[in-house]
């Protein structure tokens, strides 16, 4: 078993940066893939990025490829989703994810969920 808690999100304006954390109750978190969705507003959730379980490695979506970063610290059973040069088109509830010795870009990859933050950006 594993709960996620997200935190960090807030309303922001275009062009700042934010950081969201996301932490891990339960034993073996680096054996958990780890990725971070988005939903905005009538919109379906969508992939924003993913980090591995093994090698750390991390996967991006398009849309923020060169402006998020994702980073682990196992040691505090937390992920980080950093978010930077921030657009209006970010404003979503942003939501963590895990899953045992797995990682991906779908939603259904993922066994455990985080109850999301929101981030919203203003123009």
């Known amino acids: 078993q594993l709960q996620l808690v997200e935190s960090g999100g807030g309303q922001v304006q275009a062009g700042d940066s934010l950081n969201l954390s996301c932490v891990a109750s339960?034993?073996?978190?680096?054996?958990?893939?780890l990725g971070w969705f988005r939903q905005a507003p009538e919109k379906e959730r969508e992939f924003v990025g993913t980090i591995s379980w093994e090698s750390g490695v991390a996967l991006y979506a398009d849309s923020v490829q060169g402006r998020f970063i994702i980073s682990r610290d196992n040691a505090k059973n937390t992920v980080y989703l950093q978010l930077n040069s921030l657009t209006p088109e970010d404003t979503a509830v942003y939501y963590c994810a895990a899953d045992r010795e797995n990682w991906g870009i779908h939603e259904n990859e993922y066994h455990y969920w985080g109850q999301g933050t929101q981030v919203t950006v203003s123009s």
């Open positions: 339960g034993r073996a978190f680096n054996r958990y893939g």
